[in-house]
């Protein structure tokens, strides 16, 4: 996976939050941008690069600024004493984790999580 791969999948999970965050589905933002819900979901998932003028009205659709949603979060200067700006999402870990996969359950989440614990139990007492 390229760099260019990674920002685009970053801004991905960016737009997919700031949609969320929105209370909106990827079929109303599809009605009111006039694009298909493939669309916004490929835009969501990283597999598309997304145009300025699509991002910019995506953005005044779900008030947020196209800062928000383009930063570079490797350049930004956390506050001192903190390992980072913002807590990360599960939506994060599971994007991460499974590649952006959206067909991932809760279910599924927590097994890996119980996994993880498991091995951090596992390594205190080796």
Known sequence: MTINDLKRRSIAMRIKRARQNAHMTQAQVADALGLTYQAISNYERGL?????????????????????????????????????????????????????DSEITDEMYEEVKRFAAYVKERQKKG
């Not at 598309?48 to 699509?54: F, K, L, P, R, S």
């Not at 939506?91 to 991460?96: L, Q, T, V």
């Open 48 to 100: 598309n690069n997304i145009e300025n003028t699509i991002l910019v009205r995506m953005c005044s659709l779900y008030g947020v600024q196209t800062d928000d949603i383009l930063r570079d979060e490797e350049t930004e200067e956390a506050p001192a004493g903190s390992k980072s700006r913002e807590r990360v999402s599960d939506e994060d870990i599971k994007f991460a984790l499974f590649g952006g």
